[in-house]
């Protein structure tokens, strides 16, 4: 998976789907609705199997990647689409970027000098047979 990110917001835009919108319009899967310069609906991204092509929609003001004006691209991990003021960086996605993260550690504090809880777990006693089957009749095999 891949994904546009917007360094100068901290804003992720996940790609996933086969098409995907950038423009003013909130229609648009990408929207840059505070960039005047963006046309309504801007560009489009296209999978085809592959990987992600840039394709500008006939855009007032154009689409560059890479410094490069074009009308039809296929993005590079890396390559920087400026649409608009806004600069959009074409990254792989890390599963971390999307993950969500559930809070399942309780973290406690011991008294400096205190067993550690798996410290006190391995003085308990145990309560299963220690490398010995007990059998239904309550007699040990060896």
């Given at each position: ?97 999307h993950a969500e ?13 205190a067993k550690s ?5 391995r003085t308990r ?18």
């Amino acid at each position: 998976m891949f994904q546009l990110f917007d360094e100068e917001k901290g804003r992720r835009y996940p790609l996933a789907g086969i098409i995907k919108e950038i423009g003013r319009t909130s229609d648009c899967d990408i929207v840059l609705a505070e960039d005047e310069k963006v046309s309504r609906v801007h560009a489009r991204l296209d999978w085809d199997g592959e990987g992600w092509v840039l394709v500008d929609l006939d855009s007032t003001n154009g689409t560059l990647v890479n410094g490069e004006a074009v009308k039809e691209h296929r993005l590079q991990p890396g390559d920087v689409i400026e649409i608009g003021d806004t600069k959009l960086r074409y990254l792989p996605l890390l599963v971390s970027d999307h993950a969500e993260r559930k809070k399942t550690t309780k973290i406690t504090e011991s008294p400096k000098g205190a067993k550690s809880t798996r410290e006190a777990d391995r003085t308990r006693p145990r309560t299963f047979a220690e490398g010995k089957t007990v059998r239904k009749d309550g007699e040990k095999e060896s």
